[in-house]
């Protein structure tokens, strides 16, 4: 937006471990919290392992109650605090001044202190582990009373805690700051309704964490001065009020955790089909809509309490349906008439729309109160969960990865391993996540360490074991890809796979200011694709056209280009 | 409604049935659809040299049409649900009591008291006996806990109500068959949560009057 | 930044109707306090946006910044990841061992101290760059 004037050197510009660490470049900080949310990933995803490995069979045994309920608490905290939710704010730091042609992000200081408050958080976390009691272990929504010093005593619950405080004050701030880049620094020409699909996606997700974020800290907050013997939470009300601000941050979150992965899918999807994303207008409204309704569904996590309105609740959680059902109109619209090309992410983003459409479907089932009477709390509410936050956010974290990844790196990923990659997780996932819900629907309740042996039990169990193994191999075979692609680079220019953004209309990666040619003329949310439509008008080439006179289906967007 | 339920007594279980035959196959169809219609377009559009992409990218009216469609799709869903909670979470309290039991929960204990029997059970941690009930009567769950928030599940009744510590909440469930069922504290309370399981045991009115004389014979329930 | 106000007001807008539904519907107090303290919190960042640059709330694509001005930025802030891990010692120090607390404190004020040298310096080098620069500032017109 502005001029960049020659940076002020407070020490000499070191290429050290302290230059990384204290950069204020956005794409050193977004990569920083890129690979420690992915070091969070595989510790969560080990935490994952022993708990399917103690499910395994009835009665196995293989760690202690105690552990197994350290086990469950510690992989949702740290894949929702420290893996999905600072993940996707970490593709916001990369991307969000690149796509919206900034130079850099909106105060860089505060990012970076920021980035190493929720690092903080997150080791402190984790530092539970060490203590004597062990880890926070009274689950990732620490109910009261269960949570108080009573019934879960140990410094370790008391880490958790802080950690919590710290990595939501964080992320908090980081929202802030993304919506503070997208307000103020967009290029010029770069009206709102020209800003890229992903950007709005992350738009809506910082307005979602700026506002329900800090509850979360006044919640812990007081969840702590509770542990330290203020009497916070009384009784009944004060159970219910717990929940009441624990869900106002709680549901916010889960699509804080899934919309910038839909923005990077919806990329995706654009750009393999070489065609722009289909009904932007209607996107950006329903965006907005989805992200306002899902602030307002919170206590359907309620319907079981008896201390909620649980049809302001359904209403709400169903209505939900609308805004995703125009999305995946969207998709399948962008699809039709394109010319695709299955590369790895494609594939990614395809497996992340219609996974997720599992999720969301069997969410719109435990909307209903009546279902969720015997849904709740089990398995099926796992399924569900998993179903969303893997088989949806994961894949289109995996999607973003190998579109991005050239973009960051300058080389790109191996399709053939991608390929690999891709088909084993879409195996492990399905055959870890599905038989849940059939388990669920059985009666097996979550967060249990040892389930009694009913017929079918144990086979359903070891085969979501087995599942939990080849999700193991899919994410090993990734990591192979990345060493191996950087190994032995295939180099991948400004722009391999003809993108539609300005984020590739720089060098790979861009340099410390983003762009140091002109940006491109910005005449609708798919720059570079205007541009080589119009070349391509001038070149005379074959172009198909939509027969004139139908309505709303018009050539290229042109409004005002310079 | 009141599907299967021969008293006319609200069946939690016909309840959760009618609301699941209706979402159920609406969703796999909906999944179906979109899988077949993305794998289509997919198979259709592969491979075709980047300038045949045709360049239309919006069509409101089309996408409007859609939207209320799904609009009409949430005011129907709701209407089935609504009235199905209407009756699990209205009627069902409204209706005269055969039988009032007092659900405490601890950890990891269950404590069913019969104030008409002057009759305890205990099932958990510690030990099993079986909530007896009776078939096709009204029965009256007071619900309540000691320590932290339990929840009382019976998955046959595909039913569950949270336990909290400082209040008392009815839950009013019919069984309309006899046989043994297994139940379990579905919110996590702690170390020994696996283990805050009980199986009901539900006899036919006249078996459950013989039952409940022969435990006050026996002094109180101390089977 | 024309414009970038705009879209946080209708999103407050779509949470304050939700709202006044659950306010109806519920009338639970913690609710609507939760719900209102959303919509105060984007209104705020609205108001903000548009106290510092009136555009924020007009419609239309942003402007070229005014010729010669500049801007700094920083390469390296020791001073924000010094403050950073000031506050999570004295969190840290709460819960484990006292003394953080006093090393943390310590620390935030060493770290706000250097902050402002930090803001200092970029401003300074600011004003010698757009002193300088003013003839040539063509070049920098559409920005970085």
Known sequence: MSATAPAVTTVSRASSVFGAAASTDHKRIGLNMGLASLVFFLGGGVMALLMRTQLAQPHMQFVSDATYNELFTMHGSTMIFLFVTPMAMALAIYLVPL??????????????????????????????????????????????????????????????????ILAAAGLTIIGGCVLATIARRRAPGMSVMRMPVFTWTQLVSALMVVGSFPVLILAMALLYAERLGAHVFIGYSGAIDYQDLFWFFGHPVVYVMFFPFLGAAAEVIAVNAHKRWFGYAAFVASMLAFAALSMSVWSHHMFTTGGVTNQYFAFTSTALVVPAGVEYFDMIATLIGGSILLRTSMLFALGFFLQFLIGGLSGIFIASPVLDYHAEDSYMIVAHFHYTLFAGSVFGFFAGIYHWFPKVTGARLREGLGRLHFVLLLIGTN???????????????RRIADYPSHPGWGTLNLLETAGAGVIALAVATFLVNVVVSLRHRDAAGEDPWLGHTLEWATSSPPPRHNFERALPPITSYAPLLDLRQRAADRNGAAMTRVPAGRAGLGPTPQEDAP | MGLGAPTGLVDTRAEYQHVFDIYVPIAIGVFALIVIATLLAVLVYRRRPPERAARWYEHDRLEGGYALLLVATVAFLLYITFTAEHRVDTVAARERPGLVVNVTGSKWEWHFNYPAYGIDLYSGAVGRQDLVVPTGEAIRFRLTSVDVIHAFWIPQLRYKHDLIPGSVQDSTLTFSRRGVFAGQCAEFCGLLHSDMIFDVRALSPAEFTTWARSQQAAGGGAA | MRGGAIPLLAWACLLAVLMAGNWVWTGDAIQVGAFGFAVLVIVLAAAWLVATHRGAIRRGPPEPPPPGRAEAAPDLSFAAVLAAIAVASILFGLTWAYFLVYFGGGLLILSLGRLALEVQAARASRELHESRSLPDSAEQERGP
């Not at chain 1, 130079?103 to 980035?115: E, H, K, N, Q, T």
């Not at chain 1, 060490?130 to 140990?154: C, D, I, K, M």
């Not at chain 1, 055959?431 to 309740?445: D, I, K, S, V």
């Open chain 1, 99 to 164: 796509q919206i042609g900034a130079s850099s992000i909106a105060a860089p200081r505060m990012v970076l202190a920021a980035f190493w408050i929720w690092l903080s958080g997150g080791i402190i976390m984790q530092l539970g582990w060490l203590t004597q009691e062990g880890a926070g272990r009274s689950g990732w929504f620490a109910y009261v009373p269960l949570s108080n010093s009573a019934n879960t005593p140990g410094v370790g619950q008391d880490l958790w805690t802080v950690g919590v």
């Open chain 1, 431 to 445: 055959m870890t996540f599905l038989p849940m819900f059939f388990l669920g629907n059985y009666g097996m309740p």
